[in-house]
């Protein structure tokens, strides 16, 4: 089983979300590395679910402009950063690590795009900009069960990101709408 388009999901908080995406083979999980973040993961929990997952690459999500980059990455074995502030893009490309900036316009895609002398992993933007890109996009909201293969049909975007969610207690997890678009993207291995 495969997906027919590029596939990050952010937000993983629990080894029910991790182990179902890495098994639905999508291409990035995302994990906040932020200490004072609502939704952080620790490097020791982090390395309790990466250790029991293969074939994903980990992405660790930055949201606050002030977080030491360097810092922040100590502690967790990561193969991108994702991080939402043009003033941290010259941070991030510095680790080595694959960067993908998460843009509020447009706009703003080409200026993070331009900044990182075209060197980004991916654009995450909405829907709602244009079908016509000139570096690589990930689609982040504006599309469902019911409109995701037009849209991905009409646009030059590499991929979408889903959002994972928290389990309703340990080991017990609601998949419904995620496993409703993964389904829907899965290529069928016997056709």
């Known amino acids: 089983m495969a997906l027919?388009?590029?596939?990050?999901?952010?937000?993983?908080?629990?080894?029910?979300?991790a182990r179902y995406c890495a098994g639905m083979e999508v291409n990035e999980l995302g994990f906040n590395i932020e200490a004072d973040h609502s939704n952080y993961t620790d490097a020791e929990k982090f390395k309790e679910m990466s250790d029991w997952l293969s074939g994903v690459e980990f992405v660790g999500e930055i949201t606050n402009e002030s977080t030491d980059i360097k810092q922040a990455i100590e502690g967790y074995a990561l193969d991108a950063l994702q991080i939402e502030n043009l003033s941290q893009i010259e941070s991030a490309l510095s680790t080595g690590l694959k960067v993908s900036f998460v843009a509020?316009?447009?706009?703003?895609?080409?200026?993070?795009?331009?900044?990182?002398?075209?060197?980004l992993s991916h654009i995450l933007l909405s829907t709602d900009q244009t079908s016509d890109y000139q570096f690589p996009v990930l689609l982040t909201e504006g599309f469902d069960i019911n409109n995701l293969d037009s849209i991905l049909k009409s646009s030059t975007a590499k991929g979408i990101v889903l959002e994972g969610g928290s389990e309703i207690r340990p080991g017990y997890k609601d998949f419904d709408e995620l496993a409703d678009i993964l389904e829907l993207l899965e290529i069928d291995d016997m056709a």
């Open 4 to 17: 027919r388009t590029f596939v990050r999901v952010n937000g993983i908080n629990n080894l029910s979300d």
């Open 104 to 119: 509020k316009s447009l706009d703003e895609a080409i200026e993070a795009w331009t900044l990182s002398n075209e060197s």
